[in-house]
T-cell receptor, first 115, second 112 residues
Framework: AQTVTQSQPEMSVQEAETVTLSCTYD???????LFWYKQPPSRQMILVIR??????QNATENRFSVNFQKAAKSFSLKISDSQLGDAAMYFCAYRGIQGAQKLVFGQGTRLTINP | NAGVTQTPKFRILKIGQSMTLQCTQDMNHNYMYWYRQDPGMGLKLIYY???????DKGEVPNGYNVSRSTTEDFPLRLELAAPSQTSVYFC???????????FGPGTRLTVT
């Protein structure tokens, strides 16, 4: 079974600075998707960024980018120019490409932005 | 286009009571899911469905039941509620070329 591990329960960063959230995963599959979701206090799950494992190029979405290391099974999220609105829980998630497309989530990292 | 809607938003149950959490999606997604999120934890899959009439267990199905009589609706039934079922419940639908999952706003359930 696939597992996702986020080893940082909490992180904090100064506004306008850069922060990196870590995620590792375990799988025997060669093709899959990886995701970062944001959960603000409203508890809505918001997709931040998606990475396809067959793509070597790291995904980027505005201030959010990932460092995908397939051999190391590592998938970190970098947030540049942090803003107060980035404060939230961040979840890393894995999804295979076969079958029912089920998501496997990590435990989450709570990100605090200091003004 | 409302996406995925869940009702109720909040509910308090007494031990042993039963209830149904409603989930409806208007995106014509074949795939639907129920997750639970315990305090300070990630989401865990309870049940899922790949189409009307087809359901299957996820990681934590005990104490729950589901049905999928239509593409739009995927209700989650709790029988004999227990304190261990205190959690936030999320419904999601998935479709499109990469089966992106779209989440509802969640239901906070407390069992006392």
């Amino acid at each position: 079974a696939q597992t996702v591990t986020q080893s940082q329960p909490e992180m904090s960063v100064q506004e306008a600075e850069t922060v990196t959230l870590s995620c590792t995963y375990d799988t025997s599959e060669s093709d899959y998707y990886l995701f970062w979701y944001k959960q603000p206090p409203s508890r809505q799950m918001i997709l931040v960024i998606r990475q396809e494992a067959y793509k070597q190029q790291n995904a980027t979405e505005n201030r959010f980018s990932v460092n995908f290391q397939k051999a190391a099974k590592s998938f970190s999220l970098k947030i540049s120019d942090s803003q107060l609105g980035d404060a939230a829980m961040y979840f890393c998630a894995y999804r295979g490409i076969q079958g029912a497309q089920k998501l496997v989530f990590g435990q989450g990292t709570r990100l605090t932005i200091n003004p | 286009n409302a996406g995925v809607t869940q009702t109720p938003k909040f509910r308090i149950l007494k031990i042993g009571q039963s209830m149904t959490l409603q989930c409806t999606q208007d995106m014509n997604h074949n795939y639907m899911y129920w997750y639970r999120q315990d305090p300070g934890m990630g989401l865990k899959l309870i049940y899922y469905s790949v189409g009307a009439g087809i359901t299957d267990k996820g990681e934590v199905p005990n104490g729950y039941n589901v049905s999928r009589s239509t593409t739009e609706d995927f209700p989650l039934r709790l029988e004999l509620a227990a304190p261990s079922q205190t959690s936030v419940y999320f419904c999601a639908g998935a479709g499109g070329p990469v089966y992106e999952q779209y989440f509802g706003p969640g239901t906070r359930l407390t069992v006392t």
